[in-house]
């Protein structure tokens, strides 16, 4: 139990269940205590909950926890941490206080959880169709190549079409939202997938912004969960979408693909982030977003207008989710 004396910020404790896989399994608890209007678990105690060995780094800012099978990276301050090979976007910075590192309990329930745990994580049925989604299309052109000229809509379409080919040889039905050059609104994409009873959706893009360079993977944030490029909760942040029932299913998705991405091709981890994009709020399964590179960076450019990292792309994304179909599909 935690000293309060001093600690003005710190109003009462509570306790944060963290279930286990089975349903006859008793509750796992995790003490939580409130900061400001935050409530908030000790780092320390996370690293015992989840049998973490000890803080490998002597610093008051940073602690790192490592062992054969995980790895928690955090830092005071900072909204991004490092779990098992892949950056994760929490809501709330970590808090530093009483000479611990706090994490917020929404980012210990829905991210670093289903991450550390995903065995936990549970689809509930068989996963027969996945939905591909080819980022714009016709008279939409999305972001082009800065060398090249080519359009990301081109691009998206190769890309879904490699990956397509990737998991029916697995023996998994794909479809796609589009296999042609045609303008898709959004909520098109939303029904579509809707029709087609899928158990997972994939929305395909690359990236434009100056010389940035990397690869990230977007899901739906969790109710009352700060999207990743907002400083602070936004009104409708609170609002529960129909994207959130799949709230673990959703980043352990991201992080399979992520990971898997970052792994095939040694490009920079800009992290599983999380935004309210129309395909991810309204999605009727889990789903995610990939931005798989810079068409505004000239040597990213290089690699994605080549067939052949196309290809890499497409295994990644691919192998990410067979990974992911195998840990959440019931046994
Ligand atoms: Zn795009």
Known sequence: MIVF????RCVGAGLLCVFAATVWAKPQILKSYRIGEVRYVSVTDLAKFYNLGRNQINSA????????????????EQRDVTLNGVNHWLSWPVEK???????ADVDVLKVIDPVLRPETVRFGHQIRTVVLDP??????HGTHGISSGRAEKDLTLDLAKRVQEFLSAAGIRVVLTRTTDRTVELEDRVAFCR????GLFVSLHFNSAGGAEGIETYCMPPAGMVSTSKPSSQNGDADRMPG???DLCNVWLAHCVQRSLLRATQATDRGVRR???????????PAILVEAGFLSNATEE??????????????????????????????
């Not at 004396?5 to 003005?8: A, D, I, L, S, V």
């Not at 800012?61 to 005071?76: D, F």
Request: contains cysteine.
């Open 275 to 285: 935004a309210r994009f129309v395909v991810l709020r309204d999605a009727s399964c």
């Open 61 to 76: 800012e940073r602690v790192e926890y490592r062992t054969s099978t995980a790895l928690l990276s955090l830092q005071a």
């Open 302 to 331: 290089r690699q994605l207008i080549s067939a052949a990292y196309r290809d890499t792309l497409a295994r990644a994304i691919g192998e990410g989710i067979l990974v992911y179909k195998k840990t959440v599909e019931p046994r």
């Open 244 to 246: 959130n029932q799949y």
């Open 135 to 140: 980022g714009h299309g016709g008279s939409e």
């Open 195 to 198: 029709e087609q009873h899928a």
């Open 5 to 8: 004396g001093g600690w003005k």
């Open 97 to 103: 206080a009483h000479d611990r590192l706090w994490v």
